[in-house]
């Protein structure tokens, strides 16, 4: 009886000292950015707004694209907003891209669909309507190229069962 009662007395004590001490998971986001890693954190937090900005307009805009800025934008507030990463894990539409990336490291069929008719007309057309130097475009092509590559070598994860 003697050694639970000092092992939650520890353990209390414990608690106090990392509150006391401030410890990032026991802080609010202003004093996260705050805290010893702070530097790096005040550069993540915003990058992490302007992330989620740009995946919400990307939603509307066909140029931008919405599945790396969500991804980025959850990076970021892993590192520096519990609250942020929490609300975008549980969101409707931003969450199960981000469950299927951090789970099992995949890309839903329609993800990568979706981001190949958007990719290819879009840059096809951007290299026919701008006079380029022949190697801008090969590299234009190159990185489009990798970037495809890499969508499609990703495994396909659908919400709810496995491919």
Do not use: Y
């Amino acid at each position: 009886m003697c050694k639970n009662e000092n092992s939650e007395r520890k353990q209390e004590r414990d608690d106090e000292k990392r509150e006391f001490c401030g410890h990032p998971e026991n802080l609010s986001t202003p004093a996260r950015l705050l805290s010893p890693r702070g530097s790096l954190n005040m550069i993540l937090f915003p990058v992490g707004l302007l992330s989620l900005a740009l995946a919400i307009l990307g939603i509307f805009l066909p140029l931008l694209p919405t599945t790396p800025f969500v991804l980025l934008a959850a990076c970021c507030f892993a590192r520096t907003s519990p609250k942020f990463h929490a609300w975008m894990i549980n969101h409707q539409l931003f969450g199960p891209l981000i469950r299927n990336w951090q789970e099992h490291g995949s890309i839903s069929n329609r993800a990568k669909v979706v981001s190949t008719v958007m990719i290819v007309p879009i840059v096809g057309v951007s290299l026919m309507r701008v006079e380029l130097p022949i190697e801008v475009i090969i590299l234009v092509v190159a990185m489009v190229t990798m970037a495809l590559w890499f969508i499609w070598s990703r495994p396909s994860q659908e919400e709810g069962r496995d491919r």
